[in-house]
């Protein structure tokens, strides 16, 4: 693998750390071998846990609570005041979920001593 001016020998190397990638160096270094992980995203996790699944689902969550907390007065349980929400809070919070899914999957990577690299991989020639 060659990085700029720098040469390394390692045994795998995953393209993307994304839900496939990471899993993928995982495995990989579980086996046995040298993993190198080329991510260009300062964190790991892809699309699913940086920008879709994971924090649509946690906005969508807080949502719903308080959409039910908003209508328990039709039930007849009353609280001081209406329901109301900090948007930013709110987005606080997905964002610390985030930190906290991001820095484990940075821990377990320490873990398996997986070469980290943030840039863009580019095959430049066919391995022999």
């Known amino acids: 693998m ?3 001016d720098f040469k390394e020998q390692v045994d795998v190397v995953v393209v993307g750390g994304g839900p496939g990638g990471y899993a993928a160096a995982f495995h990989a270094a579980d086996l046995g071998l040298d993993v190198a992980l080329v991510e260009e995203e300062p964190r790991l996790g892809g699309t699913c846990l940086l920008r879709g699944c994971i924090p649509s689902k946690a906005m969508i ?4 609570k308080y959409h039910q907390l908003a209508s328990l007065d039709k039930m007849g349980i009353s609280l001081t005041g ?3 929400f900090d948007i930013k809070k709110m987005a606080g919070w997905r964002d610390n979920i985030l930190k906290e899914l991001t820095s484990g999957l940075d821990g377990l990577v320490k873990a398996r001593n997986i070469r980290r690299f943030e840039g863009v991989a580019i095959l430049v020639a066919p391995m022999n």
């Not at 969550?61 to 719903?64: D, I, K, V, Y």
């Open 61 to 64: 969550t807080a949502a719903e």
């Open 82 to 84: 209406k329901a109301n």
């Open 2 to 4: 060659v990085i700029g």
